[in-house]
């Protein structure tokens, strides 16, 4: 019997993150008789591999040295040559260039999916990254996006033609992420909740496109206005990251120290989340936002910055509010305006946490991948 075709995913680094959150969740979702996997590192994988529970998916890391480290592209040739994939996944720019490499490798096909843009290039218009994505464009087979957004910018930007091109969108683990509060004051430190807190919450990678200090200096605007809400209001905001520490002694510098819990980087977020009265993503830029899913599927109310995606997830007055990028004003006063009407943020909660089971679900995404893959390889769809 002839073994399942086999699909190399290469990636930066496979560590806490929305895109390799997918990735996993992909991988462990797909029916094993269908395609074996393997991922390729550029980088390093941190423990967070351990939540890959199918068997023999075959994690390497390449080590990549800080700036241009040549032996990297002699390294990952003699991988795939040793892997012998028939398909090779990328994601995003970090790892497009890499597909240059699969020329040398006969019959190959080629994905490359775009998961968001980093902070150097939040609009997608630098025109460097933009030649190689236009070089590059002629030699990928399909392209996979996570949003509408990027759908449009790979088609009128990059000049991708149509038919190269599929729009998926990521799903939400429903039977992990689900509304409950009964348990919310036992994972936080003592003393840190009462029962009249409203805790306003962030998940993410405290790093400068994820722009967490925007939700700080919302909160500090908001109990300098309103002086009555330190008693009540809290700032959860859990992820680890190269600013954790930075922002860390602005919250201190801030004078808000005693109403922010920096929770770092867990393995518990769906009870986090749950502890939540108000969920808030103030990014600089986003593709689709898997931790917004996760809070509409928690039932919370959404605040998000009107970027990327996530328009597409949040309709404004519906399931939650879109603010401008750095607008701390308009931030502060839309989180006081939910902390004071419980009925719209309950009413939010559950149209968000309808659309999430409507609309977002893995086994749905899952299918949607494998059917992309299948055409590729000339198998036929399965519906």
Same mark, same amino acid.
């Given at each position: 019997m ?90 995003n ?21 775009e998961?968001?843009r ?65 348990l ?41 206005? &309103? ?37 770092g ?5 769906p ?36 970027v ?30 939910l ?5 719209? &943020?309950?009413q939010?909660g ?23 893959y ?10």
């Amino acid at each position: 019997m002839s073994l399942p075709p086999k699909i190399v995913h290469i990636i930066y680094s496979l560590g806490t993150g929305g895109l390799e959150n997918g990735l996993v969740n992909i991988i462990n979702r797909s029916p094993p008789e269908r395609y074996r996997h393997a991922i390729v590192c550029l980088t390093d994988a941190t423990d967070f591999a351990k939540r890959i529970t199918v068997p023999g998916v075959d994690v390497i890391q390449l080590h990549k040295k800080p700036g241009h480290d040549w032996g990297l592209y002699f390294r990952l040739l003699k991988v795939l040559f040793s892997l012998k994939p028939d398909i090779v996944h990328t994601r995003n720019l970090t790892s497009l260039e890499m597909q240059a490499l699969t020329l040398l490798l006969p019959g190959v096909k080629r994905v490359h999916g775009e998961h968001g843009r980093d902070v150097n290039d939040l609009d997608g218009t630098n025109k460097k990254y933009n030649y190689l994505r236009k070089i590059l464009r002629f030699f990928i087979h399909r392209y996979i996006t996570v949003s509408k957004d990027l759908e449009s910018w790979l088609k009128e930007t990059i000049n991708v033609p149509e038919p190269k091109v599929r729009q998926i969108y990521n799903g939400v683990d429903s039977e992990k992420f689900h509304p409950n509060q009964a348990l919310r004051e036992q994972v936080t430190p003592g003393g840190f909740l009462s029962g009249s807190s409203i805790v306003v919450g962030t998940v993410g990678r405290i790093a400068e496109v994820k722009n967490q200090k925007l939700l700080v200096d919302g909160v500090k605007c908001l109990v300098e206005s &309103r002086p009555e809400l330190r008693e009540s209001l809290r700032l959860v905001l859990v992820g680890d990251g190269p600013l954790y520490d930075s922002l860390q002694s602005y919250i201190s510098e801030s004078g808000i120290s005693d109403l922010v819990w920096m929770a770092g980087d867990r393995d518990d977020i769906p009870q986090l989340m749950q502890l939540m009265d108000i969920f808030v993503l103030p990014s600089l830029a986003e593709g689709i936002s898997n931790t917004v899913l996760e809070a509409m599927a928690t039932g919370l109310p959404v605040i998000a910055t009107n970027v990327g995606g996530n328009p597409e997830l949040i309709s404004d007055g519906e399931n939650g509010r879109l603010i401008t990028v750095g607008d701390e004003q308009c931030l502060a006063m839309t989180i006081g305006d939910l902390i004071d009407d419980s009925e719209v &943020r309950n009413q939010m909660g559950q149209n968000g946490l309808n659309r999430v089971r409507s609309t977002f679900n893995w086994p749905k995404t899952v299918n949607e991948y494998l059917n992309v893959y299948d055409e590729l390889l000339g198998f036929s769809q399965i519906i």
